[in-house]
């Protein structure tokens, strides 16, 4: 490995961890998947499917589907509810009585841009406006695409199931009022709900060192907004 790729490894090796990590558990997520498919075919008398057929079916995309936009809406929230929402003590929170999204100064935005600052933050207008609030709507499209992928890969599932007990398949639309689709959507939205909530109470008492995502060792537990 030369010392140009060596840098680029140490870089983003926190990206390329996880990006690692995801194709891991994706490709588990499919395997398993697969097996736990093909057990319940045997089990009703029916043919077991090759992997890509599995993965390629509504099966599999329903399940995944409904993982990325839970995760996706649990960013959206929490990146807009930390703007103007706050946790004393949390490393996760701002400081009380920095609520709101702070001056152009404090931004460093139009005339108080710095010569390294991006150039859509130096441009001021629309552009900065589109650009300082950029992440916060990617994240709330991400979770609307992934949202409306789940919704059609259920009902093409739930469809399926409808047809194998000789019922009516339901339209998209019907899909969206079944408590199928809720049921599905509550299960993954309130288990992100609740990793958030407990990250940012937990990080006002407990540390882990080295983590930016924790407020350093010694800090008192009221101190808000550090991070080691």
């Known amino acids: 490995m ?6 680029f490894v140490r870089d983003n090796a926190l990206s390329l961890a996880f990006g690692g990590l995801f194709l891991a558990t994706l490709v588990g997520q499919a395997l398993s998947g697969a ?6 075919q045997i089990a009703d008398g029916l043919e077991p499917v090759s992997l890509l057929d599995y993965v ?8 995944v589907m409904e993982n990325w936009q839970s995760e996706y809406l649990q960013f959206f929230l929490y990146i807009f509810g930390t703007v103007w929402l706050i946790q004393r003590g949390s490393a996760e929170s701002k400081k009380p009585g920095e609520e709101g999204p702070e001056s152009d100064e404090e931004q460093r935005i139009g005339r108080h841009a710095t010569e390294d600052s991006p150039e859509w933050a130096r441009a001021g207008g629309w552009r900065t406006t589109l650009f300082s609030r950029s992440l916060g709507l990617l994240m709330g499209g991400l979770f ?6 789940s919704s ?6 739930f469809n399926s199931e409808q047809l194998g007990r000789r019922q009516d398949p339901v339209s ?3 899909y969206l009022a079944e408590a199928d689709f809720w049921n ?3 299960q993954n939205w309130q288990s992100e709900m609740l990793a958030v909530g407990s990250m940012a109470v937990f990080s006002v008492y407990l540390r882990q060192r080295g983590s930016p995502e924790s407020k350093p060792v010694g800090v008192a537990h009221a101190e808000t907004g550090q991070t080691g």
Do not use: K, M
């Open 172 to 174: 998209w639309l019907g």
């Open 56 to 63: 390629t079916s509504s099966s599999f995309g329903v399940d």
């Open 152 to 157: 059609i890969a259920g009902w093409a599932a």
């Open 184 to 186: 599905r959507s509550f």
């Open 144 to 149: 609307l695409l992934t949202w409306a992928a």
């Open 35 to 40: 097996a736990d498919y093909n057990a319940q």
């Open 2 to 7: 030369t010392e140009h790729s060596r840098g």
